[in-house]
């Protein structure tokens, strides 16, 4: 069996919470406070905590080997502790106790620009962060279009980043990270920023790392990209590394624990736009037993309850004539399903300024991963009473009876209906 490129024993990260320091009274005490600063931080690395400061366990006794040409994801709750284990793996903060060894050169994107000089151009950043990473110049000329090309910057590569977007930073940084040569990649949710049509480049990139023996540490919210880039995945709980396993089975045991948690999809009215004279009041997402819930199984019926209004109850503002439309997207906003209550019948709103109703998708629906629900009302054409983008956000699981002979994969589009299927027995002529 290979040398891990990481191992990870008892890693345990402490943090300090407490009240800023007091001002100095003047220059004397000022001078005094900043010649005693390292002393006081030498102690401060060996001495317990007094009972009056409050301590925060970002991470408590992890432990991980991960080998070359292993791609293994980090998923929990924000607070869980990923974006903190990758910090310390990038050496940018060193950890309260434990041991991390470290084989082969490590490359980090950790957030937008990090690593980068606002000043500098693009191409003065490529030059800066493969010397950063301990690459000659001549290993960094030698990549240097490949690294151009992928980021699609090439247009802009003698302008100083400071005039990118966020996007452009992140294709450049990415680029630079994943195509000067490191051993070890730690990427952390810095991809949610690039366009789906980038976020699908890097993760064929990171793929080939893999396959090129590489050991890529892959932290994200987006369930979806780490079930289909790792094999392995990490679930963190509260600092703590509570599942270890095929990414499957981990993405899996923590959406139930989310569900099983009694978090719901809360309805959000952040982006509310539209005449008001009516209303969309709540949208929920139930579960068989009517119940609000934050996920369903793929091969369970979508049940939304949906309450609408007018804001100004009269015999002329009633709900008659207007449309209610349900446009379903996936986690990176593109529309994948329309529904409408014009599209059933018997769904007219009625001639009153108040109604509830309930919108049943029969399973199976989606893929699993994460979903945005968009609410529409209003007269088409003529006039948006009411609409309101990402008013629910809610998980799709895995099945309960999986009835396919492999798992269900975004890759083959984010639909999993059933149709009607006719087989007829022919013999040839």
């Given at each position: 069996?290979?040398?891990p490129?990481?191992?990870i ?24 406070k ?30 991980l ?29 060193p ?31 490529v ?28 247009r ?17 940084a ?11 990649l ?13 976020q ?121 004539g ?14 994948v ?16 300024d ?76």
């Amino acid at each position: 069996m290979s040398t891990p490129s990481i191992r990870i024993e008892n890693l345990a990260k402490r943090y300090r919470v407490g009240g800023p320091a007091a001002r100095p009274r003047d220059v004397r005490e000022a001078f005094a406070k900043l010649v005693a600063t390292p002393f006081r931080r030498l102690r401060a690395l060996s001495a317990e905590p007094s009972s009056e400061d409050e301590t925060f366990w970002a991470l408590r006794d992890l432990n991980l080997e991960v080998r070359p040409g292993e791609v293994l994801g980090v998923i929990g709750k924000n607070g869980a502790g990923k974006s903190t284990l990758l910090k310390i793996l990038s050496r940018i903060t060193p950890p309260t106790r434990g041991r991390v060894e470290l084989r082969g050169h490590v490359a980090s994107l950790l957030e937008v620009g990090t690593g980068f000089h606002p000043d500098l151009t693009g191409r003065e950043n490529v030059y800066l962060n493969g010397t950063l990473l301990g690459m000659r110049k001549k290993a960094i000329d030698r990549s240097f279009d490949a690294i151009v090309d992928f980021a699609e910057v090439e247009r802009f590569i003698d302008t100083p980043v400071k005039r990118y977007s966020s996007g452009m930073y992140v294709r450049l940084a990415f680029a630079v990270a994943a195509h000067l040569d490191p051993e070890i990649l730690l990427v952390d949710e810095v991809l949610a920023v690039g366009d789906a049509e980038f976020q699908r480049k890097c993760l064929g990139k990171l793929d080939a790392m893999a396959q090129g023996g590489r050991t890529v540490l892959f932290v994200s919210h987006n369930l979806a990209a780490v079930q289909k880039l790792c094999e392995t995945a990490l679930l963190l709980h509260e600092g703590r590394g509570v599942r270890l396993g095929p990414a499957s089975d981990v993405v899996r045991d923590y959406l139930s624990t989310r569900e099983g948690d009694g978090k719901v999809a809360r309805f959000d009215t952040a982006t509310r736009r539209g005449a008001g004279w009516a209303r969309i009041t709540d949208a929920r997402l139930l579960d068989e037993s009517n119940s609000p819930v934050g996920a369903v199984a793929c091969d369970r019926d979508l049940v939304i309850e949906l309450s609408v209004e007018t804001t100004s109850p009269s015999a002329q503002n009633t709900l008659r004539g207007l449309v209610l439309e349900l446009i379903f997207c996936a986690d990176d906003g593109r529309p994948v399903l329309s529904l409408m209550n014009v599209d059933d019948a018997v769904a007219e709103l009625p001639s009153s300024d108040a109604c509830h109703l309930r919108v049943r998708l029969a399973a199976p629906t989606f893929v699993p991963g994460r979903y945005r629900l968009k609410l529409f009302l209003g007269i088409p054409f003529m006039q948006h009473v009411d609409e309101i983008d990402d008013a629910l956000s809610f998980d799709i699981l895995p099945p309960e009876s999986p009835w396919r002979p492999y798992e269900l994969s975004k890759s083959h589009g984010v639909m999993c209906r059933k149709a009607e299927w006719h087989c007829e027995a022919r013999t040839r002529p």
